[in-house]
């Protein structure tokens, strides 16, 4: 070299280490942090995919937490639940005892009675007290509000789950697509000429009936509506027969005749079955409801509708009215019920809703037979009055709606809320191992990776200082 204004070895060597210098320094800042990517600059798309995934691992933390919350509050709820259920047991037995009348003074039965008004008080209690973190759980709270239900077409209706978007109003529409029916059998003697023994029977029971000859349609009529509560048929007048219906609806429920001795004549709405031997029998099975709910078919048992989707979980229970018609509905679902995000995302797909009833003694039995509070003292279903067997109704159907809840509650926790914490948990383990492997320092590659650095760092100073050097030697040139 023979110029020294310019010494481009220095340049050349300046340069090299400068570049080696920042790729140690990046050495040493990926494995002081542990990251790769500490910087935009460091990998732009590996940064965009890291963030996302980052935002998803956050989201799916909260949704674990959630669940984790909503069990704690289901649990709070269950166990009230199953005290109640305890309690009603004991009512139960207590009108069992009560029924024995031949055995027991009135001065048991009060006693009974006050057992009785300490239940159902200490229901209302449990009903009002239940509360998670100020939040009331099992006085309806809960429970969904609606709007626009027609008594005279729904008799009772259960909002199990509604997924309310934004507080939305939910529309229910109703379209029925086959009405409900009871088993049908005509009698057709407007008297019977003969001594007459007919069998009745349904789903639910089966007697026998003798008549004396001469015995009007009118009075056979009476003396089926007299054991009506037993057998579940009655008899109505249709024309100039008899119309023997089941009191249940569906394809479960029957009415069959077997005239025994005598003879009657009759016909089944559907087998249409003439008979006057005393072996000809008669039996005819009604049909289920059925209806599409906001475009869905709806399972039919009778005249009760269900409908089980994502968004919406009912049941309703028609009046005999509507069942037997073509009766179109249109309710709308206004508010309530409890939302729990348990999804990463706060969307309709994440988020999971549960109604809570109302267990107070006003809310618990149904429409037809009545409600707890009628078991009180001085109320119509007391166990000092004669309507026992409708008190056991009313005690039977609360324990269903009790036991209906819990088993709904516990479906809840068990099906979607344990079952969705550990899907998530598996979600983030593999969103983790994901976000670790763009973002996070590989210390075996790095520190080879430093070492390297270290090295070369080290060498290009030496050049340097080898370069600066170098244009010493023109001195030489001078003598």
Known sequence: MSRINTNVSALISARVLNQNTDKLNKSLERLSTGLRINRGADDPAGLIASENLRKQIGGTVSAIKNAERAINIISTAEGSLNEVSAMLLDLQSLLSEVANKGGMSAEEVDANQLQVDSILNSIDRIANASEFEGIKLLNGNQAYTVSGVATGIIADYKINAAKLIDGADMTVDISTVNSADTGIVYLSAAVSTTPLTIQIGSNRATTELTFAANTTAAQIRTAINAVAEVTGVSAAASGAVTLLRSRDFGTDAYVSVNVLNGTQTGSGTRVMQTYGAATTTAKDYGSDYSARINGTSAVGNGKKLTLRTSMLDLELDLTNAAALSTATETF??????????????????????????????????????????????????????????????????????????????????????????????????????????????????????????????????????????APQSILSLLG
């Open 332 to 469: 709308y679902i206004t508010g309530g019920g409890a939302d729990f995000a348990i999804g990463p995302r706060v969307d309709a797909v994440g988020l999971e809703s549960i109604g809570i009833q109302n267990i107070a003694v006003s809310t618990l039995g149904n429409p037809t037979d009545g409600y707890l509070n009628t078991l009180k003292s001085g109320a119509t279903n007391s166990l000092s009055s004669d309507n026992l067997y409708t008190a056991q109704q009313i005690v039977d159907s609360a324990i269903k709606d009790i036991t209906s809840l819990r088993g709904r509650m516990g479906s809840f926790q068990k099906n979607t809320l344990e079952t969705t914490i550990n899907s998530l948990n598996v979600t983030k383990e593999n969103l983790s191992s994901a976000e670790s492997a763009i973002r996070d320092t590989d210390f075996a590659s790095e520190t080879a990776n430093l070492t390297r650095s270290q090295i070369l760092v080290n060498a290009a100073t030496s050049v340097l200082a080898q370069a600066n050097y």
